[in-house]
């Protein structure tokens, strides 16, 4: 097995190598692949002598953040840890080094966060990465602290999910064919116009009957879709797993109308061909105009799985139709379940009620 090799796009060599069963790897921060073996050279005798003597090498919390993010290479995470990652170096004292940073550390910087107006569930992502990058430390045979990670409270809000009226709202302000003040009537408009203006209706509509992510939606591919069978082979990329959905009606007009005149690999693109990716401000100011001041992208996805459950589907059975790998997930529509259930109580005690004949009212 090579010990010094090239990882993804870096210019600089790896040094990679196993000693008992750990896994050993950093930058050499070189493009001279002898000085890098002669670096190789000398870190496995170090290491070997760690790893009899007991002693454990150290680095510092700002060069394991960057070999974490560099492990995650390839990942559509990838852009979201570099924004985390940028934060974390602004707030968290990166130059000590892994086995010197402490559960203050970690309180601090939950404290100056919060001190700045940020919500716990803001936080919390922050403090994820700090967590896998100290695991990944460790994993590496560096020299780690015992840190106690915090267990930040979980705000809850009331659950938003759009009414069939409000959806027929926020399909009015997307509806391409709709007249726009100081803009050209639909006949008179650029075809890319048009086109832009249809990837936005198209794409809400099928976030609204697939409650599948933006993301696995903007990025899906032609091979996904099999409309003789009315199907949708979903991969999630989140949690690594594959669900296949059929299509309502409409979902299938769209994907048939878009199949008919379709230019690329991708159902949704980009100017280049690729796929749509992030692309959500013309839909965000849609909600804008609807009034909605509490809605995002993801709140279609919470009104997919709240008619679901609100029209007799089970907590269990919507878990599966939305790809969660965890149940607790789930729950945060159980209380529109309980509603249902308590519905079909009242029904069943009228019913009994009924069966017993006319009661008798007592008049006060």
């Given at each position: ?11 600089y ?18 493009t001279?692949?002898?000085?890098a ?6 870190w ?10 007991g ?43 892994l ?8 309180d601090?910087?939950v404290?100056?966060r919060?001190k700045e107006?940020k ?16 695991k ?22 009331r659950?938003?999910?759009l ?18 003040d100081?803009?050209p009537q ?7 116009a ?8 198209d ?10 992510r933006?993301?696995e ?21 989140k ?18 109308h ?10 949704f ?32 996805r ?8 609100q ?5 269990y ?6 790809g ?11 209380h ?8 079909k109580?009242r029904d ?17």
């Open positions: 097995m090579m010990s010094v090799l090239k990882r993804g796009n870096s210019k060599w790896y040094i990679q190598f196993q000693i008992n069963g750990k896994t050993f790897i950093r930058s050499s921060k070189t001279d692949k002898r000085i073996e002669r670096m190789e050279r000398e496995r005798v170090q290491i070997h002598a760690q790893e009899m003597l002693d454990k090498e150290t680095i510092k919390f700002r060069d394991i953040l960057d070999l974490y993010a560099h492990s995650k290479s390839g990942l559509r995470s990838l852009r979201t840890l570099k924004s985390d990652k940028q934060l974390i170096c602004r707030y968290f004292p990166v130059d000590k080094c086995h010197e940073i402490t559960t203050h550390d970690i601090r910087f404290q100056t919060l107006g919500a716990y569930s803001t936080i919390r992502l922050s403090i994820h990465v700090i967590r896998a990058t100290w990944y430390g460790k994993k590496l045979g560096y020299k780690t602290s015992d840190i106690e990670f915090p267990s930040l409270p979980v705000t809850k809000h659950l938003r999910y009414s069939l009226e409000e959806e027929r709202r926020l399909l009015r302000e997307l509806d391409p064919r709709r007249d726009i100081f803009y639909y006949s008179e408009r650029s075809e890319s048009k086109q832009q203006m249809w990837d936005n209706y794409l809400v509509v099928l976030l609204l009957d697939t409650g599948a933006y993301s939606i903007a990025t899906i591919e032609w091979t996904s879709i099999n409309l003789k069978e009315r199907t949708i082979r979903l991969w999630r990329s949690v690594s797993n594959e669900s296949v959905l059929y299509m309502s009606d409409r979902v299938y007009q769209v994907l048939c878009r199949h008919n005149s379709r230019s690329s690999d991708f159902v693109t980009n100017k280049n061909g690729g796929p749509r990716n992030h692309a959500t401000i013309a839909i965000r100011k849609a909600f804008k105009r609807c009034g909605f001041t509490d809605v995002t992208v993801h709140t279609l919470h009104t997919f799985a709240s008619r679901l459950i029209n007799g589907m089970s907590v059975e919507v878990k599966e139709m939305l969660h790998t965890d149940i607790k997930t789930t729950l945060r529509y159980a529109l379940e309980n509603s249902k259930v308590s519905s109580a069943i005690i009228n019913t009994i009620n009924q069966d017993r004949g006319r009661p008798v009212l007592r008049v006060i």
